[in-house]
């Protein structure tokens, strides 16, 4: 599946002349930041350089994206690129001046970073199984481009009250969370096999999240684009635009009500069917159970792995390989590159492209909301050759998907944002857990923020850690964290985690270990980390963990009042804020 290109040129023309126009004083910072935030940069603390973001729709990559991003990485950032929650990519302390040269790069590869940040339609995200996963009902890789084709640079999206979140899963189990979205399509069959999609709006994170409602149970597949634009005209109109902290279209969904939104949206999509003629999408209906799901044996390392890593391999092999279905029902395998914090090197990207490229065409490869990357349609000789590629360029961590790799938001490091140092927390949790050997519990979600606002989505993780800031009785800030356990996200809804403790940061670590040890020894047959949760219940969790909300005075130990990662004393440092 070849992507066609996102890019257009004359627009980043136009970007270097507004760069010149604000060099020149001609423009002044608010200005010039609505200009840099429609084209995908955001503003680095203390700086002048940015966090550019290169839209991945549908986490669907070709080998140009990753060469493109490598080649940037290395002439304009820091030699890596950063996996985003969102199936992006960011580069971060790009220099103001070098963003038309990066756009230009990023544009002969088809990339585009148009509408990746600001007030218009964000990166649409679906399930990183589409096409593969056996429970599907449809593939939702069509619709989920198609959408994405039609709002980009659509009038209507280009000065919205807020940023717009889609998503899609053809599958119940709802691997791309739906639930916290403003428009999920989950996908669906009437009562004559026809497929479309069971539409959830107004979900949401940040300091206030909030559940979707179910706006209708199937919207067949003629009639989803102007559905949604009559759900973007509505929020066009109606959203909040003085304060931008209710700005979300969760809140005109609390303020009106599922009925009366679900009414405004029938007038209007009524109105727009009458007025213009839409495309009805392609939304291919997929095989199910027994004729779909694949039991394959393991791919043996054959020859082609060298004996002194054949250890690693099976390890590898069973942790990161699956088996699934081609189009054509053959088998074939799919296999996740693992990496730390979702943090790829230039040298990585490069050697993936190229064992990709050496794969062929029948070989996908997909960004996941988990920071990894996924490569599907492999054969069984195919997965020994990509173990030596990830091997050999340290990509073969044997944890994806499990209690081990650790999301985190980029935290105090280049957000305005945020509190803590949220990724210096993510590798001290990761050391604990592995140090115990605690790193591969199969679908224990462990999510960080630092901050509130919830880019690293701690409120839908089996346990999430979201960054605060403490003060002794002297006054003294030091970092720390609240704790939430036990979120369920599944088949569109979202059942937010429950907040259990606040802890110091120097403390979390302990928190990690002390729950996912108790849940791994606890735990029923098939119990799922929720589960138990809800067993044991939040409230004795919250007893249990208030002995760790303790912290001693800067003189009997300075270490709490330094944040992981850091050396210094910890002091709150807030810029203004370009996204929340």
Known sequence: MVTASYADYAEIDQFEGVIAAWRAGEIDDDAFRGKRLHMGCYGIRNSDTHMVRAKVPGGLLEPDHLEAIADVA????????????????????????????????????????????????????????????PDEVV????????????????????????????????????????????IGFLGR?????????????????????????????????????????AILEIFDEHGERKNRVRARMKFLLKKWGIERFRAEVETRRLRLERERTYPSLDVPVRPRGGSHAVDAPPPPAGDVVAPGALVEYERWRDANVFAHRTEDGSTAYGAY???????????????????????????????????????????????????????AEGMALARAEKSGDVVSCPGAETCNLAITASRGLAEAVTAALQSNGLHEIEDLRINISGCPNSCGQHTTADLGFSGMARRD???????????????????????????????????????????????????????????WVARVDPKAIKTDLKALDTMPALAEDPDFYVDWGHSDRFAVQLGQGECA
Not at 162 to 176: E, L, T, V
Not at 371 to 383: D, H, K, P, R, S
């Open 74 to 133: 290395d002439t304009h950032s820091r030699g890596f690129a950063h996996i985003t929650t969102r199936q992006n990519f960011q580069l971060h302390f790009v220099p103001t001046d070098e963003l038309p040269a990066l756009l230009r790069r990023f544009a002969d590869a088809g990339l585009t970073t148009r509408e990746a940040c600001g007030n218009s339609v964000r990166t649409i995200t679906q399930s990183h199984l589409a096409g593969i996963d």
């Open 139 to 182: 593939d939702t890789r069509p619709a989920a481009e198609a959408i994405t084709r039609y709002f980009l640079r659509h009038p209507l999206t280009q000065n919205l009250p807020r940023k717009f979140k889609m998503a899609f899963d053809g599958s119940a189990k709802d691997h791309a969370q739906l639930g916290i979205h403003d």
């Open 189 to 229: 069959l009437d009562g004559d096999g026809n497929p479309g999609f069971a539409l959830y709006v107004g979900g949401g994170l940040g300091s206030a999240p909030r559940e979707a409602d179910l706006l209708e149970p199937f919207t067949p597949a003629d009639r989803v684009l102007p559905t949604v634009e």
């Open 337 to 391: 590159a693992t990496f730390h914090l979702g943090d790829v090197t230039s040298t990585q990207l490069r050697a993936l492209a190229k064992v990709w490229r050496e794969f062929g065409d029948a070989v996908q490869l997909r960004t996941t909301i988990r920071q990894n990357l996924l490569f599907v349609g492999l054969t069984a000789e195919q997965v020994p050759a990509l173990f030596t590629t990830l091997h």
């Open 473 to 531: 009785p002297d006054g003294n800030e030091a970092p720390g964290y609240r704790v939430y356990v036990g979120a369920r996200v599944g088949d569109g809804g979202a059942k937010f985690g429950h907040y259990v403790a606040k802890v110091p940061a120097k403390k979390a670590p302990d928190v990690a270990v002390a729950l996912v040890e108790r849940y791994a020894t606890e735990r029923e047959l098939g119990e799922q980390f929720a589960d």
